[in-house]
Nanobody, 120 residues
Framework: QVQLVESGGGLVQPGGSLRLSCAASGTISSIYTMGWYRQAPGKQRELVAT???????NYADSVLGRFTISRDNAKNTVDLQMDSLKSEDTAVYYC??????????????WGQGTQVTVSS
C-alpha cells in the first residue's frame, strides 16, 4: 500500500556533503510528520531531524547547523542535506513518515535504510 524509497547514501570524506532523499508512493491521503533517523553499529536508532506538515523543524543537537531537512508535499518527498560531515555521522539512515492512507488511520512507515560512510 505504501512504498518508501531512499536514495543518496554513499562514501564521503570528512567535511564533505551528501543529500539523502526519500519518496513515498501508494494510496496516500495525507503525510504528516516526516523525519530522518540513523543507526550506527552497536548503537540504538536515533532521531536526526523531523519536519511537520506545518513546517515545524526539529534537529538533533549533534547535527544542528550542519544538516537541513526539507519536504516537497506535491511530490511526497523528504530530503536531508548533510554538510560538514564527520566520521561520527557514519550510520544507516532511515526515513520515517507518518502517513494516512485513504479510509485508514495514520501510521508511521520506515524506509529501507541507506548507508552513509564518512571516512578519509
Amino acid at each position: 500500500q505504501v512504498q518508501l524509497v531512499e536514495s543518496g547514501g554513499g562514501l564521503v570524506q570528512p567535511g564533505g556533503s551528501l543529500r539523502l532523499s526519500c519518496a513515498a508512493s501508494g494510496t496516500i491521503s495525507s503525510i504528516y510528520t516526516m523525519g530522518w533517523y540513523r543507526q550506527a553499529p552497536g548503537k540504538q536508532r536515533e532521531l536526526v531531524a523531523t519536519i511537520t506538515n506545518g513546517g515545524t523543524i526539529n534537529y538533533a543537537d549533534s547535527v544542528l547547523g550542519r544538516f537541513t531537512i526539507s519536504r516537497d508535499n506535491a511530490k511526497n518527498t523528504v530530503d536531508l542535506q548533510m554538510d560538514s560531515l564527520k566520521s561520527e555521522d557514519t550510520a544507516v539512515y532511515y526515513c520515517n513518515l507518518e502517513i494516512r492512507l485513504w479510509l485508514s488511520s495514520p501510521r508511521k512507515y520506515w524506509g529501507q535504510g541507506t548507508q552513509v560512510t564518512v571516512s578519509s
